[in-house]
């Protein structure tokens, strides 16, 4: 099952987003992400938070939980913990990145508790795309140009990359030392990405 997740970072324009498909999918809302629903004229089926930066408490929402500003999770954090015991194994997350960087790492982390339950994720914005990877993966092309890999929490062993502009093979990646960002496709195909251990952060973006 599919599920758009809306947090309340700033988005500037949301002329990609109505580009969405929002049918068939479980939508939540949290807190203040609720005005971006309703910018977009969705009903989400949830609405959840401590309500600190709730906007638009007038948008028709299906169901609401209110949790108090003292509490051990965050609201981000408990709309994916929804989505998980809905079922949503593919998860997309607007309104998730820029504005405070403090909530934009702790998204990351998110990313890292959704492949350790089983789900993927990503957070999407107008010009990036993240997503994290704990084995072996395939990129296809997108409208995205550049991709960058970042260890994520520890280091990562015998990371390869075929199909790039930049290829590689066997690199140790260190979480001191940024060595496989902005690399990009040239010309067809996919490209293979594979590595024995650790987290991939994954940033597709563009300028």
């Known amino acids: 099952m599919r599920c758009f997740i809306f947090g309340s970072a700033p988005i500037e324009s949301y002329d990609y987003l109505r580009t969405m498909d929002f049918s068939d999918c479980l939508v939540i809302c949290a807190d203040g992400g609720l005005k971006h629903a309703a910018a977009l004229g ?43 015991e809905k079922g949503c194994k593919d998860i997309t997350i607007l309104g998730g990145i820029g504005g405070r960087r403090d909530h934009e790492f702790s998204h990351f982390c998110l990313l890292k508790k959704l492949l350790e339950n089983g789900a993927k994720g990503r957070f ?21 140009k550049y991709i960058s890999f970042f260890p994520f929490g520890g280091d990562v062993t015998n990371f390869s ?40 952060l994954v940033i597709r973006s563009n300028d």
């Open 161 to 200: 990359v075929k199909g790039l502009r930049y290829e590689a093979e066997g690199m140790h990646l260190s979480c001191s030392k940024v060595q496989a960002s902005s690399n990009c496709f040239d010309g067809e195909g996919v490209a293979h990405i594979t590595f024995d251990s650790g987290f991939v």
């Open 42 to 84: 969705l009903t989400p089926d949830v609405w959840l938070g401590d309500g600190d930066s709730l906007c638009g408490d007038d948008v028709e929402v299906k169901e609401r939980y209110t949790f108090p500003v003292r509490k051990d999770n965050t609201d981000m954090d408990l709309a994916i913990e929804l989505a998980l």
């Open 124 to 144: 999407v914005d107008e010009k990036n795309e993240i997503s994290m990877e704990y084995k072996s993966f395939t990129v296809y092309p997108n409208d995205k």
